[in-house]
């Protein structure tokens, strides 16, 4: 959800997950200081270039490029041409990154890095990461994909210390089971590492590999087919759609006829 917004700088945050932030900026019109953040940051360039400064050297940054911040890095980064600039910034609390570094073998970030993505792959990243914050997706989603944005976008750097599914069975269908009760509730990562005893950074792709979805479709899921049940009793839409956990009717029906085929209304009558 947008949370501020100055021209075309826009941020976004929720306020179930404080240790994330975005922004999208689409204007060149901006001049910055040397600075640092105290949060791990991304910055994806998507379009224009632009002169980056870090460490005492500057780099010319091109579109498709993605650069990499620990904490506390003094840089500084302005446009080339001030008209075709546009770049998407996220910013990590430290201690989520921490936690997803210490989820890896042989995964080290304590210094700049600057990559240049293939293809599409920049652009791809960024839409992936406005759209869960652009939309009313849960928690758990939002969180999905941007565990899913640092496994995408560090490939290369990071061996994965993979656990079998077979031998997470038992924390998986106490996963389950805690969505099975709760999914009409905002359920987030932390809540699912809480109860099963699996890192959350492992949880999404064990629970996929064993039930061929991620927690937070299986909780969609969940939500639509009690939706079902709660129409056929001819309630009002606006009412199943809050009930459900749904944002409002608008957000309901996009996501009803993603899984049923027919919008709330027509499935209804």
């Known amino acids: 959800m947008p949370a501020a917004e100055n021209s075309k700088v826009s941020f976004y945050r929720d306020p179930y997950l404080p240790f994330f932030e975005l922004k999208q900026c689409s204007t060149g019109e901006l001049s910055y200081r040397k600075h640092a953040h105290e949060e791990y940051s991304v910055g994806i360039v998507e379009q224009g270039q632009s002169f980056f400064w870090c460490r005492g050297q500057t780099t ?46 042989y995964c080290f970030w304590n210094r700049p890095i600057i990559k240049a993505a293939a293809g599409h792959e920049a652009v791809y990243a960024s839409n992936m990461l406005l759209q869960a914050f652009q939309s009313e997706a849960s928690p758990l989603e939002k969180e999905a994909v941007i565990a899913a944005f640092f496994e995408q976008t560090l490939a290369g750097g990071i061996v994965l210390d993979y656990i079998d599914s077979n031998e997470a069975q038992p924390k998986l269908k106490v996963i389950r089971d805690y969505v099975q009760h709760c999914f009409l509730e905002k359920i987030t990562l932390e809540q699912l590492e809480a109860v099963s005893g699996l890192n959350k950074f492992h949880i999404i792709r ?40 749904f944002y409002d009717q608008s957000h309901f029906t996009k996501v009803f006829k993603a899984y049923t085929g027919v919008t709330p209304d027509h499935y209804q009558s």
């Open 60 to 105: 010319i940054l091109a579109p498709q490029t993605v650069v990499f911040l620990p904490p506390d890095s003094i840089h500084s980064c302005n446009p080339f041409q001030p008209d075709q600039w546009a770049y998407t910034m996220l910013f990590v609390d430290a201690k989520w990154v921490q936690g997803f570094i210490s989820s890896h073998k």
């Open 206 to 245: 064990l629970f996929k590999q064993f039930y061929q979805i991620p927690p937070h479709t299986y909780q969609t899921l969940l939500r639509v087919n009690y939706a079902k049940k709660e129409l056929l009793k001819h309630r009002p839409l606006a009412e199943v759609a809050l009930d459900a956990g």
